[in-house]
């Protein structure tokens, strides 16, 4: 059974820092993983889907990796900003379902 | 925008209660699926639909039950309400060929 954890679970640094978010799943059999970015009591946004051919994927200040063998992806922020306060979710989709297993998500305070 | 619609926005309602959820994809996008989100935690998928037929689903009961009409547009309807299934509701469309799953914002369900 594919099971995604997200640490840290919550993270408050200060503007302008470079930041990593962690995703880290059991099943490497993955078809793709997705991020998506959720602002409080609202739906998601998707930032950046990277297939399991891939290793990255970049979008602006964005930037995520993918390491199916180790069952890991990492999304990178650089310069943050307050506006990228939110809670950040990864997911995995593992085969022709379009069912998504998501991460408990890690909620991100950026500080002025 | 992700061009996905979910009605209602919130709701309220009690225990023992039927609710129909709705929600209409983007255009072009032939899949629709739905996922639970309770405060705190990551969506859990409830079930898929490909062109109006069920192509999926979770770990639900089946009072949790849908429906898909040519349009692609969706209902999700939840008989014998409980008050665990307070949360909120979110629906996402795919269809292209880079698998992104759109979300729209969601319905609030609140079971009292």
């Known amino acids: 059974k594919q099971e995604v954890t997200q640490i840290p679970a919550a993270l408050s640094v200060p503007e302008g820092e470079n930041l990593v978010l962690n995703c880290s799943f059991t099943?490497?059999?993955?078809?793709?993983l997705q991020w998506f970015r959720q602002d409080p009591g609202k739906g998601l946004t998707s930032l950046l889907l990277i297939q399991s051919s891939q290793r990255e994927q970049t979008s602006g200040r964005l930037n995520a990796s993918l390491d199916k063998s180790s069952g890991r992806s990492t999304l990178y922020i650089a310069a943050s900003q307050p506006g990228d306060s939110a809670t950040y979710l990864c997911?995995?989709?593992?085969?022709?379902?379009?069912?998504?297993?998501f991460g408990q998500g890690t909620t991100l305070q950026v500080k002025p | 925008e992700t061009g996905v619609t979910q009605s209602p926005t919130h709701l309220i309602k009690t225990r023992g209660q039927q609710v129909t959820l709705r929600c209409s994809s983007q255009?072009?996008?032939?899949?629709v699926s739905w996922y639970q989100q309770a405060l705190g935690q990551g969506p859990q998928f409830i079930f898929q639909?490909?062109?109006?037929?069920?192509?999926g689903r979770g770990n639900f009961p089946p009072r949790f039950s849908g429906l898909q009409f040519p349009n692609y547009s969706s209902e999700l309807n939840v008989n014998a309400l409980e008050l665990d299934d307070s949360a909120l509701y979110l629906c996402a469309s795919s269809g292209g060929q880079r698998d992104i799953q759109y979300f729209g914002a969601g319905t609030r369900l609140s079971v009292l």
């Open positions: 639909y490909y062109r109006e037929e069920e192509n």
């Open positions: 099943d490497s059999a993955i078809y793709n």
């Open positions: 255009s072009g996008h032939n899949t």
């Open positions: 997911a995995v989709k593992g085969g022709n379902t379009g069912k998504l297993i």
